[in-house]
Structures are given as C-alpha cells and as structure tokens.
C-alpha cells in the first residue's frame, strides 16, 4: 500500500514530504503497526499509541528503537526516512 502524505506549508518540507512519498510505502502489520519499507530493505516502523505516534528505526520491530514521537503520522514517517540517512 502506498501512501499519499499532506505536506506542511513551508516549500522545504514540502519538498522533502514529496521526495518521501516517492521513495517509500507503508504496510500494516497489526493493529496501530506500520512498516516503512525503502527500496530495497525495512527503514523501519510508526506506532499508534492512541492520538501520538512513535517513530522507530530498525529492520525488525523487536530490535527497533524509538526515534521519536509526533501527534501527526507523516512527521513520523518523515523520522524513519531520515533516520536511514
């Protein structure tokens, strides 16, 4: 499943929310899960933890550690994509 993100009004982010909707997808795993998959290999997952959602990075969910949090999901993928930089 690929995923559209909104973009916030400053150009420069919404400049980096396009690069990162083009270089990613995002798949559910279970409930309040998703996994952000590159090209090639697991960047790393967000977490819904009722309104806040956790960045993670790791290729697998159990050794994967928390990067950060925001209240707005596409922040968080913003997090892991960065975080494989």
């Given at each position: 499943?690929?995923?559209?993100?909104?973009?916030?009004?400053?150009?420069?982010?919404?400049?980096?929310?396009?690069r990162v909707?083009?270089?990613?997808?995002?798949?559910?795993?279970?409930?309040?899960?998703?996994?952000?998959?590159?090209?090639?290999?697991?960047?790393?997952?967000?977490?819904?933890?009722?309104?806040?959602?956790?960045?993670?990075?790791?290729?697998?969910?159990?050794?994967?550690?928390?990067?950060?949090?925001?209240?707005?999901?596409?922040?968080?993928?913003?997090?892991?994509?960065?975080?494989?930089?």
């Amino acid at each position: 499943m690929a995923i559209q993100m909104t973009a916030r009004a400053e150009d420069g982010v919404k400049a980096h929310a396009e690069r990162v909707t083009d270089s990613v997808d995002i798949s559910l795993l279970a409930d309040g899960i998703y996994c952000v998959l590159g090209p090639s290999a697991t960047l790393g997952f967000v977490v819904q933890d009722g309104n806040l959602f956790i960045a993670r990075h790791g290729r697998e969910f159990l050794m994967s550690r928390s990067i950060g949090e925001s209240l707005s999901f596409d922040v968080c993928v913003e997090m892991v994509v960065d975080s494989r930089s």
